[in-house]
């Protein structure tokens, strides 16, 4: 009897900060594959409010506790070409969360472009929950900003760190 090739899915995004609703969908995501890795990307056009290796660790601390079912969780910091990173890294799937229809659009057309790039990898697109579909990092700096309650939507941990980039 052989053994099987595990499942290695790749869910990315710039996690500036990560928030509940990210969370939500990597638990879900684990329950796809065999290994998911969490790519903090770098991406410059988002004027991010934390350092790469900021926002690295706290994605870490945000899951440490979140294998679910066999699934390894990791976190990885990635700078190329997302298609790339994922056959680097032996993924045969990449995990794209939809809040809203305004979504859908950017991401569709990313999707087709990465399906040309590298047809053997899948995009697969995950709908957030109700609870989360509102729930945007850009809003949750801004709300911080102006001196609102966050902890609704982000871990204690990563709401303090938030709390210290805003003083």
């Not at 900060?17 to 638990?27: A, D």
């Not at 794209?96 to 790039?117: C, H, I, K, P, W």
């Not at 047809?119 to 609102?148: H, N």
Request: charged share 25%; proline share 5%.
């Amino acid at each position: 009897m052989t053994a099987t090739k595990p499942r290695i899915g790749i869910y990315p995004g710039t996690f500036d900060p990560i928030t509940k609703g990210h969370l939500h969908i990597i638990r879900r995501c684990s329950k796809l594959v065999d290994h998911l890795i969490v790519a903090v990307a770098t991406n410059p056009n988002k004027k991010p409010m934390f350092k790469l290796a900021d926002r690295v660790s706290m994605t870490e601390t945000d899951i440490a506790n979140m294998e679910e079912k066999g699934c390894q969780i990791t976190v990885e910091p990635f700078e190329s070409l997302l298609v790339e990173f994922a056959r680097q890294k032996g993924a045969g799937v990449i995990f794209r969360g939809l809040r809203a229809v305004s979504d859908f659009e950017y991401e569709f057309q990313m999707t087709g472009m990465n399906a040309r790039l590298a047809p053997e990898i899948e995009t697969v697109f995950l709908m957030a929950s109700d609870k989360w579909q509102f729930v945007s990092s850009s809003f949750l700096k801004e709300i911080a900003r102006l001196g609102g309650d966050i902890s609704p939507f982000v871990t204690p941990a990563t709401q303090e760190k938030i709390l210290e980039a805003v003083k």
